[in-house]
């Protein structure tokens, strides 16, 4: 059965600090990976993810592809408080997204 | 651009009324699918769409119809609500190269369900 989990599940930090989400997928045909930002409505896409080791960034965010360990990572530098939301984390197999429970993160001033 | 509408934002139903769920996009979006979002369960695909006059189910299709007439429109029907479908749900739709399926969905601002 194909999964994508996503750890961890929740995280407090601080204004300033940096953050690593993970998300690790175990899926038949893998076409590409996709990240998420939640706040208190409709997610709203950050990056596309399709060949390993090529870093996509976007002001404080980044994320990178590891298709031979399966998984991807999404850092975020020196958080604000806007930063506060779930990021979801999303792989496409074959026509269908499948989608991690996503990581809650707050962001405290 | 609108980008993608759903409406109603809220409704409330009793147990066994039916309803349709709206769902417009103006972006000539080939693909198109509806999500349910409950707390700790994610997002669950209900059913997809890869172009007019073809649909498909998800993970969670029972109780759910849809259609897909035109390229824009995608509604949901429920078909007898039952307080197990009170959630939060979602319409996306995104470019499809084919019958490829999902690329980078845009998403509904959602609407809120309740079945009492």
């Known amino acids: 059965e194909d999964k994508v989990v996503q750890s961890p599940l929740s995280l407090v930090v601080h204004e300033g600090d940096t953050v690593t989400l993970n998300c690790s997928y175990e899926?038949?045909?893998?076409?590409?990976l996709l990240w998420y930002k939640q706040e208190k409505k409709a997610p709203t896409f950050l990056f596309m993810l399709?060949?390993s080791g090529i870093e996509k960034k976007s002001g404080r965010l980044s994320s990178i592809l590891d298709k031979k360990e399966l998984f991807s990572i999404l850092n975020i530098t020196a958080t604000q408080t806007g930063d506060s939301a779930v990021y979801l984390c999303?792989?496409?197999?074959?026509?269908?997204?499948?989608w991690g429970l996503g990581t809650s993160l707050a962001v405290n001033p | 651009n609108a980008g993608v509408t759903q409406t109603p934002k809220f409704q409330v139903l009793k147990t066994g009324q039916s309803m349709t769920l709206q769902c417009a996009q103006d972006m000539n979006h080939e693909y198109m699918s509806w999500y349910r979002q409950d707390p700790g369960m994610g997002l669950r695909l209900i059913h997809y769409s890869v172009g007019a006059g073809i649909t498909d189910q998800g993970e969670v299709p029972n109780g759910y119809n849809v259609s897909r007439s035109t390229t824009e429109d995608f509604p949901l029907r429920l078909l007898s609500a039952a307080p197990s479908q009170t959630s939060v749900y979602f319409c996306a739709s995104s470019y499809s190269t084919g019958t490829s399926g999902a690329n980078v969905l845009t998403f509904g601002a959602g609407s809120r369900l309740t079945v009492l």
């Open positions: 999303a792989v496409k197999v074959n026509r269908k997204l499948i």
């Open positions: 399709t060949s």
């Open positions: 899926v038949t045909n893998f076409r590409s």
